[in-house]
């Protein structure tokens, strides 16, 4: 190990750092004050040395690959998870019962998603997932005197684990035939077919490859929750705490999202005709899925949990038409990076403001009827959630246009008709569900009796990140640079 | 080139019977704990095939993986047998259609 190396890793160690501290401390003082005070210097420092980190381009070891791009994805969950934080805090403070050991599972779990961003190897990938997924099925359970949460922690987690299993299993076929666990060596076993000397002959290598990369397909669908693997979502989300909602739908999907588009970039799965036309069923079961049946929701944790199928929908038609545009897919990056940023500040809005009405309530459940008049209550949240909910939409001036237009120009150059008339229909699909929340939020308010009346950390953090959607939207000129810089 | 007594074949051929039976069991069983126990046997399916193939290409990558997932294989049933005790507490029984209230 040089010193590039550790400050290549210097992230991930003052993560683990402050969660060791985090651990003492609540081993000889139990004081929520002091475990939120920690929590949140943990992140600031690891994102300051993200912030110092963000040219380096160093291969740490086999295992992890840090560069530009990851740094990037990286700060974007670091900040949401520093943001879930002050939501949590809120949520949490007036709970029974002990509370801290919440924030321990959220940094452990912020860690594994920046292992999961960063690798490179088969050996980090499954750690990074592994310690994401074991320490949210701490969290989703968390409320454990709740039926609810109960409920959704099992199925999450066998779920998630019959999904690791299948991406493991997958992983293992390949390593069969190709004799490589790097990502970038995984399939060289295809390009030169008499390389791969597993069992007899190339035809059953063929057949092996693709049983295996189907394998891991269907694993990672189910982490990234496309249709039809999709049937955990809405559950999970509505029986989880509200603030890990929003890290379920933001940094834990982002996270498998990034290690995705890095495992398909640089282990060429574009090059497989039969993965793409997969992946083109996927996503055009999702978007279609995912935005019809949000059409009826009146839960809007369940909402969320089935527009964000769709959203993922959205992102794989990045992930397809960028094998046909240029021959190493790097062009998938840039489009999708920006989409991925962009949704994850936009639900981070939405999943925070629901937290903020289920803590005032002391509720688990936020219903349509719970915003109800909201703009006459508190008129700056809600206008913050609606700016929230048009970037979902993919209205003009926010960072979900900006995404999409991005996402639909790439399908255009691809020449994807298919899927770009799917996408249309979805949009559209997705303009009435999204405006249907709008619209109850002008109601009169005195048929709601919830109150919203957030403390001042998470207020401040859900206006600056609605600007932040804003600023995407208007201005989006210096990430585009930073992204395509930087590919 | 092949130090195994065994073709690959074969022990990829079992590990894949034992994923079935793992997946099949997950699907078929309701009880909580027969579930993590499929899902284990999914998990040492995995495993089994990464041993085979790193004897197969004479590295220890594969067996590396194996000490992973049985690490991994661990933490996910500590925490699955913890929910486990917290479901026989609040529902007094272990059968996940009387605990599945949410209709995905």
Sequence with gaps: ?487 | MNPLIIPLSHVLMLAALLFTAGLLGLLIRRNVIFILMSLEVMLNAAALAFVGASAHWGQTDGQIILLLILTIAAAEVAVGLGLVLQIQRRFKTLDLDVVSRMRG
Excluded at chain 1, 69 to 75: A, C, K
Excluded at chain 1, 90 to 100: A, C, H, M, Q
Aim: hydrophobic letters at 55%.
């Design chain 1, 1 to 487: 190990m040089t010193g590039t190396d550790f400050l290549a890793l210097s992230p991930i160690i003052a993560l683990a750092v402050g969660a060791s501290v985090l651990l003492l401390q609540i081993a000889f003082l139990r004081n929520l004050k002091l475990t939120t005070g920690i929590t949140v210097v943990t992140f600031l420092a690891c994102l300051f040395f993200l912030f110092y980190i963000t040219k380096l381009n160093h291969q740490t070891t086999p295992l992890l690959l840090v560069d530009p791009l990851s740094t990037f994805f990286s700060i974007v969950f670091v900040l949401c998870a520093c943001i879930t934080t002050f939501i949590s805090y809120e949520y949490l403070k007036n709970r029974p019962g002990r509370n801290d050991e919440f924030f321990l599972l959220v940094v452990l779990a912020t860690m594994g998603s920046i292992v999961l961003t960063y690798a490179t190897h088969l050996a980090s990938f499954i750690l990074g997932l592994e310690l994401m997924g074991i320490a949210l099925y701490g969290l989703i359970a968390y409320p454990h005197q709740d039926d609810m949460s109960l409920e959704a922690a099992i199925k999450y987690l066998v779920l998630s684990g019959a999904s690791s299993a299948a991406l493991l299993f997958g992983f293992a076929l390949l390593y069969a035939i190709t004799g490589s666990l790097f990502f970038p060596d995984l399939l060289s076993g295809l390009a030169s077919p008499e390389v791969a000397v597993g069992p007899q002959s190339p035809f059953w290598a063929r057949q092996l490859i693709l049983l295996g990369s189907a394998l891991i397909l269907a694993g990672i669908s189910f982490k990234l929750s496309l249709a039809p693997f999709h049937m955990w979502t809405p559950d999970v989300y509505e029986g989880s705490p509200a603030p890990i909602t929003g890290f379920l739908a933001t940094i834990s999907k982002g996270a498998v999202f990034a290690a995705t588009l890095r495992l398909y970039v640089i282990g060429e799965f574009h090059n497989f005709p039969t993965i793409v036309t997969g992946l083109t069923i996927l996503s055009i079961i999702s978007i279609l899925v995912g935005n019809l049946l949000a059409l009826r929701q009146e839960n809007i944790k369940r909402l969320l949990a089935y527009s964000s199928i769709a959203h993922f929908g959205y992102l794989l038609i990045a992930l397809i038409a960028a094998g046909t545009l240029t021959p190493n897919g790097i062009s998938a990056i840039e489009p999708s990076a920006y989409y991925l940023a962009g949704y994850i500040f936009t639900t981070l809005i939405a999943t925070g403001l629901i937290a903020a009405i289920s803590s005032s309530n002391n509720e688990e459940n936020a219903n349509l009827s719970d915003i109800a008049g909201l703009f006459w209550k508190n008129p700056l949240l809600a206008l913050c959630l609606s700016v929230s909910l048009l970037s979902l939409a993919g209205i003009p001036l926010t960072a979900g246009f900006i995404g999409k237009l991005y996402i639909f120009q790439m399908g255009v150059e691809a020449g994807a008709w298919l899927l770009l008339s799917i996408l249309i229909i979805g949009s559209g699909i997705g303009i009435y569900y999204y405006l249907r929340l709008i619209f109850s939020m002008t109601t009169d308010p005195s048929s709601s009796r919830s109150t919203l009346a957030p403390a001042l950390p998470v207020t401040v953090s859900l206006i600056t990140l609605t600007i932040l959607v804003l600023y995407l939207g208007i201005y989006p000129q210096p990430l585009m640079e930073y992204l395509l810089w930087n590919t």
